[in-house]
């Protein structure tokens, strides 16, 4: 699951559309739980949404990757595309 940010600048209907999809992980059996996957910008330093423990995330991340990378021919790149097809509807 790819999610917006929950910082708190983040647009109101960002946060909850990611707190019930949030949500909805927790509820499904462990074994059957995507992995979570959460946009950040760089400048912004992620904080939990007061009263949300659901968005709580670890200190540090797992791993990092560029979402604009290119990836194999003509430059495309299939996360960016979705992020910012996800961001314009």
Known sequence: MISADTHENQHGEHQAATIIALQAVQSMPANQRPIVLGEKEEAIKYTPVP?????SAPSSYAFSFNRSA?????NHRPLLDFI???AQS
């Not at 290119?70 to 003509?74: A, E, H, K, L």
């Open 51 to 55: 009263g949300y423990s659901v968005t």
């Open 70 to 74: 290119p990836i194999g021919y003509d």
């Open 84 to 86: 910012d097809g996800f």
